[in-house]
T-cell receptor, first 109, second 114 residues
Framework: KNEVEQSPQNLTAQEGEFITINCSYS?????LHWLQQHPGGGIVSLFM???GKKKHGRLIATINIQEKHSSLHITASHPRDSAVYIC???????????FGEGTQLTVNP | SQTIHQWPATLVQPVGSPLSLECTVE??????LYWYRQAAGRGLQLLFY??????ISSEVPQNLSASRPQDRQFILSSKKLLLSDSGFYLC?????????????FGNGTRLTVT
């Protein structure tokens, strides 16, 4: 079992839909990162959180430390949101991040 | 503002040839630096990280090596490439430990070993 599991692996939505991507992890963590990888390969850091909830524009990230679970929500989705979304966790020691395998999101117009 | 430069963007190399990928960061000092590899359809794998000049930690034993000759320069090398070295290589930096600061990625190098 991977330390970081993302679901779904693939997600197709219509423009305007509310989207949720889930991330579950099995180890104690000090931080969780959500990343966005565009079709060309470039990766952008969306959020880094260790508790609660963060919001940036149409993106919302939440984390429940007790349940070892995080969600990334996209409101009013748009075709430009199409990308791979990656969850990564940092354990309680060391500099290493453990990555999920990503969720491929496609938003159709 | 801080920027990260990684080159080349694409590279096709024959098996057995050497490799040198370079990454530089501007606008910050003493960053933590990372080399990741992403094989086709797979997640990111940490190859090396560095917390300072000359300090390199290797996560995965293989025929690759990394060096940090200057504070904001990180180089990934190989003396003899293997077919299995093909993949997408990403350099990244963070201001300090990944508990306190986000990760910033370069645009990546797509390496094909033929």
């Amino acid at each position: 079992k991977n330390e970081v599991e993302q679901s779904p692996q693939n997600l197709t939505a219509q423009e305007g839909e509310f989207i949720t991507i889930n991330c579950s992890y099995s180890v104690g963590i000090s931080a969780l990162h959500w990343l966005q990888q565009h079709p060309g390969g470039g990766i952008v850091s969306l959020f880094m959180l260790s508790s609660g909830k963060k919001k940036h524009g149409r993106l919302i990230a939440t984390i429940n430390i007790q349940e070892k679970h995080s969600s990334l929500h996209i409101t009013a989705s748009h075709p430009r949101d199409s990308a791979v979304y990656i969850c990564a966790v940092r354990g309680t020691s060391g500099s290493r991040l453990t990555f999920g395998e990503g969720t491929q999101l496609t938003v159709n117009p | 503002s801080q920027t990260i430069h990684q080159w080349p963007a694409t590279l096709v190399q024959p098996v057995g040839s050497p490799l040198s990928l370079e990454c530089t960061v501007e606008g910050t000092s003493n960053p933590n630096l990372y080399w990741y590899r992403q094989a086709a359809g797979r997640g990111l794998q940490l190859l090396f990280y560095s917390v300072g000049i000359g300090q390199i930690s290797s996560e995965v034993p293989q025929n690759l090596s990394a060096s940090r000759p200057q504070d904001r320069q990180f180089i990934l090398s190989s003396k003899k490439l293997l077919l299995s070295d093909s993949g997408f290589y990403l350099c990244a930096w963070s201001a300090d430990s990944l508990y306190n600061s986000p990760l910033h990625f370069g645009n990546g190098t797509r390496l094909t070993v033929t």
